[in-house]
């Protein structure tokens, strides 16, 4: 099967064989019975080390990122923490770009950290500033692109080839973008990351992450980790995320063409001092997204001549899109991040400027749409 959607779909997703049912069952479970001590009768014997439900998301999710390996975990975070110890060790040294995840720089810097891990964060968009900050013990250069929520991209081929030239491991975190519009493995990054509760999941009702690689030494430590500290997804969520992801082509389709026409209209709004979206040519990183992603997806961030005031007031102010944290789900929604997904990095140089809002652009309707975030920025 060679086509995104087709593996989407099929990939991982035998029926079953005992009673013919097209969709694999949810394998609810904690243990196999053995025959005999030993005796196991599907290559199962406990479910923190393996179940068959996690198998098959795990199996679907290595096939779309295009690696040999993949382990799903609780959560996003869980994910990436689960590959920092396995790649890292104490005195080894982490580059991060400045505007990742306010979650995840909390994770190393609160963490790992005070465990020995040194971590430095640098404007990853600027190729020049990334070989300065390079250090000769740096392990692991940590790209997000486009970045959350300014919507920052990295060049993936070439931060890759830096990477690797002075013996790092490049991670992508690739949340935004999905497998289906970028795939960092074939661009030369050595590890994809996902918090699968967004666009994977994609309808905000499962928690989950994973990582994905195909070096068959870091994928051996990831697996232990996984095995030996327990965050693993339950079977209900490896079956909600796997369920999400078999529209996950169709809904990226849509929910980049709405957030493009949104971008678009909304750049020449009066109360908007600036659209952070890779799609637009006023970008300063489109011609590298155009070049590494095959659209430019939903997700977009508003900056308000306003100022706080005005910004908070649209976030309060829309009806369709929703005030709550998260993103990626069908349903819009809108947030502001300096207090809500990136308030643990107020004050540090990673804080979000105090007059974005963020927006998570949705399937819905683009009339309904936006109708409303027009309504909401006609009355600041
Ligand atoms: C880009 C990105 N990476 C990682 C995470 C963490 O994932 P989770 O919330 O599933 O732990 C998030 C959560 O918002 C995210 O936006």
Redesign the pocket.
């Known amino acids: 099967m060679s086509d995104f959607s087709t593996r989407a779909i099929h990939s991982g997703q035998d029926f079953d064989p005992a009673t013919g049912a097209v969709v694999p069952p949810i394998y609810m479970t904690s243990t196999f019975v053995q025959d005999g001590i030993g005796g196991l009768r599907g290559g199962y014997e406990y479910a923190r080390a393996a179940n068959p439900t996690r198998d098959s998301l795990q199996e679907l999710l290595a096939s779309l990122e295009g690696g040999s390996h993949a382990f799903s975990f609780a ?3 869980a994910a990436e923490d689960a590959l920092l110890r396995a790649a890292l060790k104490p005195g080894d040294h982490i580059l991060m770009g400045n505007d990742v ?1 306010g ?2 720089h909390r994770l190393v810097n609160r963490v790992h950290a005070p465990w020995g891990v040194e971590l430095s964060t640098v404007e990853m968009s600027d190729a020049d500033a990334v070989r300065a900050a390079i250090r000769p013990n740096t392990r692991i250069l940590w790209l ?1 692109t486009p970045s ?1 929520p300014l919507m920052k991209i990295t060049d993936i081929a070439q931060l890759a080839q830096m990477g690797h030239e002075a013996g790092a491991i490049v991670v992508v ?1 690739n ?2 973008a999905t497998p289906y519009l970028q795939q960092p493995l074939a661009l030369g990054a050595d590890v994809v990351v996902h ?1 699968t ?2 666009y994977l999941g994609g309808h905000s009702d499962v ?3 994973a990582v994905i690689l195909s070096d068959e030494e870091l994928a051996e430590k990831v697996g232990f980790v996984q095995f030996g500290v327990g965050a693993v997804s339950s079977p209900m969520e490896a079956w909600l995320t796997v369920r999400g992801i078999k529209t996950l082509a169709v809904r990226m389709d849509r929910h980049s063409s709405n957030a493009h026409t949104i971008a678009a209209t909304l750049e020449h709004h009066a109360a908007i001092e600036r659209v952070f979206y890779p799609g637009l040519e006023s970008h300063p990183g489109h011609e590298v997204a155009a070049r590494q992603m095959s659209d430019f997806g939903g997700m977009l961030s508003l900056a308000l001549k306003g100022g706080p005031d005005a910004a908070k007031k649209v976030a309060e102010g829309t009806e369709v899109f929703q005030l709550a944290e ?2 990626g789900g069908v349903e819009s929604l809108i947030g502001y991040p300096s207090e809500m ?1 990136h308030a643990s990095v107020k004050g540090t140089e990673l804080a979000v400027p105090e007059n974005v809002i963020r927006l998570s652009v949705g399937i819905e309707g683009i009339d309904d749409l936006l109708a409303d975030i027009t309504a909401a920025l006609d009355h600041v």
Do not use: R, W
Request: aromatic share 10%.
């Open positions: 959560s996003g975070l995840y979650g995840t997000e959350n975190d949340t935004f918090s509760t967004k928690l989950g992450g998260s993103l997904t």
